[in-house]
């Protein structure tokens, strides 16, 4: 049987509460990883008129640093089973320090493709995978709503940022706007990673005792890969990612030209991060209480109707409806990533499993992103490729409903 590692049985006197992990996850995503698509998206105009970068060359800049991206997480899952947590501290300056020197980036595209590389490399510390992994060997009965919290966060980055990036712009022009963000962005999470986020002693004691022999703690993705449970958490998130980040990318351009100003664009855009705050703390409460794979079923449905009604929207109020429903979708999916797999893999592989369903996560999103910038550029529209996302955004809600029973409850017992 496999030790549990629950709030239920931790001495708080040594440790103190598990839920500071979660506060320092928080406030830290509040200038996490999306601060990306949202930077795309409120300096495109500014990137355009320097540079005269073309809108599908800034899609592909944001397709590299999600693919990357994808990489990185992946590795924060190997680096955290292997290594410990300290061993992902680099990634908060890779991350921040790119961002920051985006404010001295020349005309020439290679060099926004690589600091999107770079960038890409840390954003595994800027995203919730590393605190999830945390959270899951922390927390059993309250995990959802500890994963929930958290992924708040990161909203109300997407929610606050485009206005904090244009108030910040219109004082201090785009270029400082962006160092400052960066510092922040560099500083918080290295704080994090080096000082404050530690796992259960149990679980340092059988990775420790497995590094001594040149192993991994528990099953390998190897052996995890042949059941289907892996394969369908992964499928699920690859599809409602391209969905969901692909369509986040482009919202502004996408409002805009249905005739609608620009400040409408922008506040469709927090609307969709509004909504997913609301999300997340509702989806993390419901996956404590309710079978997860038909929460995420629900949510991904009510997605796919956020992008029809944005495909055919003619009116303003449309555009919030659509915006709110999408960010329903957006607000989830890592929250479902990380709670729903938690309950088909056992908490030893959880790390590197998660950082498979993130790296499959990211590529997605990637994917999203260059789909819908390159659809724009042949067919001068983004119908199709709205299109496309509601298939994808369906096929994702199959896969993840038809996972089956847990496989480990919330008391950790398997079940057959």
């Known amino acids: 049987m496999s030790t549990r590692y629950s709030v239920e049985n931790v001495n708080f006197s040594r440790v103190g509460s598990p839920w500071r992990y979660v506060g320092a996850g928080f406030v830290a995503l509040m200038v996490g990883v999306n601060v ?13 008129a320097e540079f005269g970068w073309t809108r599908a060359e800034l899609s592909t800049a944001l397709a590299i640093f999600t693919a990357v991206d994808g990489l990185s997480m992946l590795a924060v899952g190997a680096l955290v089973d292997r290594w410990g947590i300290k ?44 605190y999830s992994i945390v959270i899951n060997a922390w927390f059993e009965g309250r995990r959802g709503l500890a994963l929930g919290i958290v ?3 990161l909203g109300l980055c997407g929610t606050l940022m485009p206005f904090v990036l244009s108030l910040l712009s219109e004082r201090f022009g785009w270029r400082s706007a962006v160092q400052m963000v960066g510092a922040l962005a560099m500083i918080l999470p290295f704080i994090n990673v080096a000082f404050l986020l530690r796992m259960p002693q149990h679980w340092e004691q059988e990775r420790k005792a ?8 528990g099953d390998s993705l190897l052996d995890l890969a042949k059941t289907k ?27 805009v030209d249905k005739g609608m100003t620009r400040a409408v664009a922008l506040t469709a855009l927090s609307t969709i991060s509004l ?31 956020g992008v ?52 499959l996560y990211a590529q997605g999103g990637g994917l999203g992103v260059l789909v819908l910038g390159r659809a724009y550029a042949m067919l001068g529209s983004y119908t199709l490729a709205l299109y496309l996302i509601v298939g994808l955004v369906s096929l994702s809600a199959i896969s993840i409903v038809i996972l089956g029973p847990y496989k480990y409850g919330v008391d950790k017992s398997e079940r057959c």
């Not at 020197?101 to 690589?114: E, K």
């Not at 909504?275 to 449905?301: H, K, Q, T």
């Not at 329903?328 to 950082?355: N, T």
């Open 36 to 48: 990306m698509p949202v930077l795309f998206n409120v300096f495109a105009g500014a990137f355009s």
């Open 87 to 130: 061993s992902t501290a680099w990634m908060a300056v890779a991350f921040g320090g790119g961002l920051m020197a985006m404010s001295f980036v020349p005309p020439q595209l290679v060099w926004l493709y690589a600091l999107c590389a770079i960038m890409g490399l840390g954003a595994g510390v800027v995203s919730p995978t590393i």
């Open 151 to 153: 992924n708040v966060g």
């Open 210 to 217: 497995a590094l001594s022999r040149g192993k991994f703690a």
């Open 229 to 255: 449970h892996l394969w369908l958490v992964s499928s699920s998130i690859l599809f409602v990612s391209a969905g969901t980040y692909g369509l986040l990318s482009q919202v502004v351009p996408i409002v």
């Open 275 to 305: 909504s997913s705050v609301v999300s997340r703390m509702m989806v993390g409460a419901l996956l404590d209480r309710l079978f997860a794979p038909f929460v995420a079923a629900f949510i991904f449905v009510l997605t796919g109707a």
């Open 308 to 359: 029809l009604l944005i495909t055919y929207m003619d009116a303003g109020w449309e555009v919030y409806v659509a915006a709110a429903l999408i960010g329903v979708g957006l607000g989830a999916e890592a929250d479902v990533a990380a709670y729903v797999l938690s309950r088909y893999v056992p908490k030893a592989s959880y790390g590197r499993a998660f950082g498979l369903v993130m790296f």
